[in-house]
Structure formats: C-alpha cells, structure tokens
C-alpha cells in the first residue's frame, strides 16, 4: 500500500494513466472491431470488458486469497452498482447514449440473469457454506456466456471499408496499452485511496463498497466516458454491461474458490439487494427512447449519491 505522503502525487499520475490508456483503448477497439469486421458492441462486451475489469479481479481475488471476504465481496458490489449509476451517468451527461436494440435483447438480460444468480446464489448459500460449488458454478455459466458471444460475433460479421487500411496489429497493440494503461491507473488510484481511507479510519467494508469499488470502476468510467465523447455509444455501454457480467460470474467465481464470501451477512445481502433494484431500474430507462439522456444521466447520479450515503449511515439506522 502507498504511504499516505505519496497518496495525492499517486492520485495524480493514476488520473493520467487513466485517461491516456483509456484514449488509446478507445480508437483501438473501435478500429479493431471494423479492420476484423465484428461490431464494436461485440468487442466492447468481450475485449474491453474484461481489460476494465482486471482491477476487480485483482483486488477481489487477492483480497480472497487473503481470506478477506468483506474486501473480495464488497469490492464486486459497489462495482458493479458504481458501473450502471456513476459510469453511465457521467457518460450520458457527455453525451446521450444510443441503446442499440442488440442490448435490449441480448447484452442487458444476460447482466439482468447473472444479478439474479447472485442474489439467489447468496440465498441458497453458494457463496458461503457451499462456496466451492458456487465458484464452479458461476465459472461454468460464465464460460457459457463466452461461448454464447463467439457465435454472435462470427454471426455478426460485417463489411465497412472505414480503417482497412489501418494496420491490425498497430490496433491490437492501441488496445493492449490502452489496458495497461487503464489497470496500472486505477491501481494507483485504488492504492491511494485505500491509505487515505485507512488514515481516517473507515471499516474494511465500507472502504471496498465505496472508495475501492470506485477506485476498480474508474478504467470503466474513463473508457465509458471517452467512448461517450468520441461517439461511440456501443464501446460506452457495452464496456459497462459486460465489466459486471464479467465481475459477477469470472471474479466472484475465482474468489468463491477459495474462501466463503459471507454473502449473507445483513450488511452484504443488503447490498446484493440494492444491486438487484438498481439493474431493474436500468430496464426502463434503456427501453424508454432507447436513449438514455442527460436528464436520466442526472438522475443515476443522484440515486448513486444516495447509495454512497447508505453505505456510511444508512444501514446503521436500519440496524
């Protein structure tokens, strides 16, 4: 962990990682995904789903290997509520973003499915007295769900002459830095906030659903945003949709391995609730205008406000 002296100067550099990896992992997945002729939403679910999401799974399978569970756990479920509020909220702002009908029928059910195995999962107690069933179960279902995108994207083959003349491999390597930009960023950023957050004395808990989950969400904040900025709505949402399919099935699969995740804790399973009532109220919003604008961007941001409020005080008055 960085030493609180150099917390704001890590902070700083990981600001700037961020935003040049996520430049370059922008123009490389778009040009990458048009030179091999595979739609960019098929990329973005895939390639840069899961480049955004390495931070996730190094922190929470780390912190599993630590048998720390309220890290491993936490970390996933302040992410992936932090993807669908705060990165998608701050990306409409930039600019609103065009759903396409791909989404509502394919990419939003199949995130909608894998928050319902993991509410279920939690009540039935697969991620805790029987963990290692749980891990191999949501294993399987996430390599089905690779499977299931091989077959689109060998499906959705398409033919536009836009940057065939660009190099492939000069794309792939645009992509390949781009993540490590954005990881090597948010690993600052993760660790600066950590020791800030452990300075003033904040539970383990609260620092993985709050500041750590942010912390893990900012690759896919910078990217969504960027991709919002460029215009490319597809790589904005479709980062968003398959970082939390990938948090849920691969990460919380991995970590769920090695120790139980006490999911069903009041304080977790309230969370994994709240997750599940965000992704249902996402529903509406993508189906309405198949645009989510900047008005209901305003809005993701407020409800998220009010969840970073619950996580510090809320539960204790429910307690």
């Not at 990981?14 to 997945?29: A, E, H, P």
């Not at 969504?224 to 990460?251: C, P, Q, R, W």
């Amino acid at each position: 962990m960085i030493a609180i002296e150099l917390a704001l100067p890590a902070f700083i550099l990981g600001v700037l990682l961020l935003y040049k990896g996520s430049d370059l992992l922008v123009d490389g997945t778009a040009k990458t995904a048009v030179r091999i002729g595979v739609s960019s939403l098929i990329i973005s679910v895939i390639l840069v789903g899961f480049g955004t999401s390495a931070p996730e799974f190094a922190i929470s399978v780390g912190a599993a290997i630590q048998k720390n569970s309220d890290i491993s756990l936490g970390n996933i479920l302040g992410s992936c509520v932090a993807n669908l509020l705060l990165v998608l909220g701050v990306a409409s702002i930039i600019r609103p973003i065009k759903i396409n009908k791909g989404i509502i029928s394919r990419e939003f059910p199949i995130m909608l499915g894998a928050t319902f195995v993991l509410l279920l999962s939690s009540y039935l107690g697969f991620l805790d007295e029987y963990h290692v069933i749980g891990g191999f179960l949501f294993l399987i279902l996430f390599s089905l769900f690779i499977y299931f995108f091989y077959c689109c994207a060998k499906k959705e083959r398409i033919n536009n002459k836009k940057y065939k003349d660009g190099k492939l491999s000069k794309n792939l390597l645009f992509v390949f830095l781009g993540i490590i930009g954005v990881v090597a960023g948010a690993w600052l950023l993760i660790d600066s906030s950590v020791s800030i957050a452990e300075f003033f004395g904040i539970p383990t808990f609260i620092i993985a659903v709050s500041m750590v989950a942010v912390g893990t969400s900012i690759p896919e904040l910078v990217v969504s945003a960027m991709a919002s900025y460029k215009n490319e709505s597809d790589i904005a949402i479709g980062n968003v949709l398959g970082s939390n399919v990938f948090n849920i099935l691969m990460i919380l699969g991995v970590a769920a391995l090695f120790i139980p995740l006490n999911a069903n804790v009041l304080e977790s399973f309230a969370h994994l609730w709240i997750l599940l009532i965000v992704t249902l109220v996402m529903f509406p919003i993508v189906l309405t205008g198949k645009t989510i604008t900047r008005f209901e961007g305003v809005i993701m941001l407020v409800i998220y406000s009010l969840f970073i409020w619950y996580t510090f005080f809320g539960y204790k008055i429910i307690i």
